[in-house]
């Protein structure tokens, strides 16, 4: 076993379900259109790039990166890194980031610390001031039994 996937239900999940029944808005798009959604919608996660389906795969990818680089193992796990996120758009069509992708500036930077989630998501959060101690660089603990 190289990482306990029972693991991945804590933080990366809580963070990938943050987009789930969300509305994702463009930093850049028209700041009334911004506060009309936001006004509307409970749930949203704003974002520094064009929500594409590379895009999310390329900060999903950033946003699990970070979490596993600040997760001090507790079971004898090493070197642990993310190898690929696809998101799929259909059955068939989909947009998959390595690291070379996420990290790419050609395709745009993806600043984490511009994502902005709603106050109701972070409600949902187990933590919910986990996304800013992820950004301060705090590090997480895993535990030893899931």
Do not use: C
């Amino acid at each position: 076993m190289v990482y306990d996937f029972g693991l991945t239900k804590g933080m990366i999940k809580e963070f990938i379900d943050s987009f789930d029944h969300s509305i994702t808005l463009w930093s850049e798009d028209d700041p009334e259109y911004l506060k009309d959604m936001k006004r509307w919608s409970e749930r949203w996660v704003q974002i520094p790039v064009n929500p594409s389906a590379e895009q999310y795969a390329r900060l999903i990818f950033l946003l699990i990166d970070r979490v596993l680089s600040q997760t001090k193992m507790a079971n004898e796990e090493e070197g642990v890194e993310l190898e690929r996120v696809v998101v799929h758009e259909t059955e068939t069509g989909y947009a998959e980031a390595d690291r070379g992708d996420a990290y790419n500036d050609e395709f745009g930077v993806i600043e984490l610390e511009k994502v902005l989630f709603s106050d109701r998501v972070r409600e949902e959060w187990h933590n919910p001031e986990m996304f800013k101690e992820l950004l301060d660089g705090k590090i997480f603990e895993n535990p030893t039994v899931v």
